[in-house]
Structure formats: C-alpha cells, structure tokens
C-alpha cells in the first residue's frame, strides 16, 4: 500500500474487475434475453457513485470508524426490522428486503451487512490477543447471526448466508484457531440446514 495516496491497488483492481464483471453482465442479460433497458446504465452510474465515496473516505481513519461501530450496527439491524414492516418494506420477488422512498430504494441487508463487517473487525482487533480462546469466538458469532436472522426471514437466504464465508475469512486473517473455526462452520451449518428443511416443506 502506498503511504501517501492509502490504497491497496491490488484490492482496488479486485473490487473494480467485480464490479464490471456485474455491468457486462447486465448489460448482456439486455441484449441476448431481451430483458428491460437501462439496468446497467443505473448500475454504471452506482459504480461511479461508489468509487467517489470510495475516495472521499480514504482520509477517514478507521479508529475513529471502528468507535462508532456499536452504532452503525445498531442502525443496521433497525433498518432491517424496519423492512419487515408491511407498508414500509417493498416486497421484490418475493422477498422484503427493500425500503423505498419514491423512485428511490435500497436494500437494507446490504446496509446491515457492511456495518456487520466494521463491527467485526473492530471488536477482531479489539481481540487479537485472544483468538486461541473458544468464548472469544461467540461474540463474533453472534454479530453475525443476529442481522443473518432478519434476512432470514425476510426471506432472502442468499443475501443472509453471504455473511458466513465474510465471518470465517475475518476470522481466518484475526488468526482464530483452524479447529474452532471448524466449531463455527458447524454450527452454521445447522443454523442453515433448519430454514431451508422449513421452506422446502413449504414449497412442497
């Protein structure tokens, strides 16, 4: 990383290769499905959007962002309560994940999640010293699992079970025992397996 510009390059050119993999691919699903114009138009312009924000924070220290973590994850997990509401969530393809306000909307899960990410690593930080230790796990389980259940049942289960591999990587780079992430990936596994065994008997 560079000391005076503050960006990792490498990472950058991840997000960005990511990022118009997703444009090209509207763009395709336009011209051979025949699908409505205009979609990776709107998503050109989130890129552009979100690279501005990127830039713009690049000054901000990540301690001062780690302090008000408790917070923003706080209004996270509000927003997706707030969702569940009829009336105010919008249903889109069967899910209520979206607050609208006009013509404009977000969805409050990808809101929810990256608040999530700076809770964890700031309590991962906070941690460091004690990641050989079991019980020093649980918090950040349960970090994960309180938003992963609001998405769960609006129901969204990919946009839920998206925070597993981001909790087990975090986790991974804290320097958590291999062992006791493998705890983790279990008891994921069961908190997965019990929503999808219910809506499959639903479906069926």
Do not use: C
Request: no cysteine.
């Amino acid at each position: 990383m560079q000391k005076g510009l503050r960006i990792d390059f490498v990472l950058l050119t991840a997000v960005l290769l990511a990022v118009s993999a997703g444009i090209f691919t509207l763009y395709a699903q336009e011209s051979i499905l025949d699908e409505p114009p205009g979609r990776w138009y709107n998503q050109s312009a989130f890129a552009v959007l979100g690279l501005v924000v990127l830039f713009a924070m690049r000054k901000l220290s990540y301690g001062v962002l780690g302090g008000y973590s408790p917070i923003l994850y706080a209004i996270g997990i509000l927003l997706l309560l707030i969702t569940l509401i009829p009336g105010i969530g919008s249903e889109i393809n069967g899910a209520r994940s979206w607050i609208r306000f006009g013509g404009i909307g977000f969805q409050s899960s990808e809101v929810a999640k990256l608040f999530t990410i700076i809770l964890l690593a700031w309590w991962l930080e906070l941690k460091e010293r004690e990641m050989y230790r079991l019980l020093s796990l649980f918090i950040p389980f349960f970090i994960a699992i309180a938003p992963m259940m609001l998405i769960v049942v609006q129901p969204d289960f990919g946009g839920a079970f998206s925070l597993a591999p981001i909790l087990l990587s975090m986790l991974f780079i804290a320097g958590a025992d291999m062992y006791h992430i493998g705890s983790i990936l279990v008891f994921f596994g069961v908190f997965i397996s019990v929503p999808l065994y219910i809506e499959y008997h639903k479906i069926t």
